[in-house]
Nanobody, 119 residues
Framework: QVQLVESGGGLVQPGGSLRLSCAASGSIFSIYAMGWYRQAPGKQCELVAGIVIAGTTHSADYADSVKGRFTISRDNAKNTAYLQMNSLSPEDTATYYC??????????WGQGTQVTVSS
């Protein structure tokens, strides 16, 4: 059984940076994609960033609201994905949920990590 453990959330001032990590453990044979959604109070759940792994090629995609500020990456050896978040604003305040999709299409979720951007 695959589990995802998230870390890296917290409180940061506007304009600051945070890096989220999502480590996959368990019976991992291969990974098709990883990424993050976020959920803010009173707002719809939003796909923030995702990275698709196809052999040695990685293809990343971002929500328009974070393009140019967030960068997703993955360490294959560690089965870990990272979300580098720069130039954070209060609008980025949300609970961030990591996900993993295996080649069969099964989607697994992390426990969520809170990101609060406030002065």
């Amino acid at each position: 059984q695959v589990q995802l453990v998230e870390s890296g959330g917290g409180l940061v001032q506007p304009g600051g940076s945070l890096r989220l990590s999502c480590a996959a453990s368990g019976s991992i044979f291969s990974i098709y994609a990883m990424g993050w959604y976020r959920q803010a109070p009173g707002k719809q759940c939003e796909l923030v960033a995702g990275i698709v792994i196809a052999g040695t090629t990685h293809s990343a995609d971002y929500a328009d609201s974070v393009k140019g500020r967030f960068t997703i990456s993955r360490d294959n050896a560690k089965n870990t994905a990272y979300l580098q978040m720069n130039s954070l604003s209060p609008e980025d305040t949300a609970t961030y949920y990591c996900y993993l999709i295996d080649p069969s299409g099964q989607q697994i979720w992390g426990q969520g990590t809170q990101v609060t951007v406030s002065s």
